[in-house]
Nanobody, 124 residues
Framework: QVQLVESGGGSVQAGGSLRLSCVFS????????MGWFRQAPGKEREGVAG???????DYADSVKGRFTIAKDNAKNTLYLQMDSLKPEDTGMYYC??????????????????WGQGTQVTVSS
């Protein structure tokens, strides 16, 4: 049974930082991938950062150099460190995971399992 529980969202001023956490319960013996997505009101959900089982990462152009995805397998926790936040980073952030044969991080929304989301609000 797959479980994903996010935390760490909140309100911050532009230029500030937040760290999101996602405690996961998945079969790590399989070839899995994980990612962070966000959705702003009236907009489609977009991939922000992805990581695979071997810690290969990928980022959306809009967050490169500002966000860092990482996972701690010992703690079963996925993180998203967000620095230099901008108002356009505002949205509901979701943790997601899936399984496939090929390695590699992915930012497309073809993920099988999703958390409930945590809200991030960045004010100018």
């Amino acid at each position: 049974q797959v479980q994903l529980v996010e935390s760490g969202g909140g309100s911050v001023q532009a230029g500030g930082s937040l760290r999101l956490s996602c405690v996961f319960s998945i079969d790590t013996s399989r070839n899995y991938y994980m990612g962070w997505f966000r959705q702003a009101p009236g907009k489609e959900r977009e991939g922000v950062a992805g990581i695979d089982k071997d810690a290969r990462t990928d980022y959306a152009d809009s967050v490169k150099g500002r966000f860092t995805i990482a996972k701690d397998n010992a703690k079963n926790t996925l993180y998203l460190q967000m620095d230099s936040l901008k108002p356009e980073d505002t949205g509901m952030y979701y943790c997601a995971t899936g399984f496939r044969g090929a390695p590699g991080a992915r930012l497309d929304p073809a993920y099988a399992y999703w958390g409930q989301g945590t809200q991030v609000t960045v004010s100018s």
